[in-house]
């Protein structure tokens, strides 16, 4: 009876059927132009104020040191207790002993 009842079971089961060779989808109609980029994209304007500069090099363990190059050519070194927000060749503001990125 038991050898009945799978092959009962058995034979009620449909055969798994291969999978149809489904093309990726192809929007119609739609365009994107190519000189098309998010805003995240988007370049930030430049900072022209006589307080920017760009960071040359980021050092330091438990107190950073940050060396940045003003627009009038000049190298100011700040200190600070945090890892820097900003990278090597980021543009950044100064307001005192202060550096905070530029965007």
């Not at 994107?32 to 900072?47: E, G, I, L, N």
């Not at 307080?51 to 107190?63: E, T």
């Not at 009038?72 to 905070?100: K, M, N, T, Y």
Request: aromatic share 6%.
């Amino acid at each position: 009876m038991l050898a009945c009842l799978t092959a009962v079971a058995a034979a009620a089961q449909p055969a798994p059927s291969p999978e149809p060779d489904i093309p990726p989808a192809q929007p119609d109609g739609l365009e994107v132009s190519a000189d098309y980029a998010p805003a995240s994209a988007a370049p930030s304007r430049p900072c022209e104020l006589s307080n920017c500069g760009v960071v040359l090099s980021i050092s330091g363990k438990q107190r950073w040191q940050i060396e940045v190059q003003m627009h009038d050519g000049s190298v100011q070194v700040f200190e600070q207790d945090s890892r820097p927000a900003f990278q090597i060749g980021d543009p950044v503001l100064v307001d005192g002993s202060a550096v905070f990125l530029w965007n």
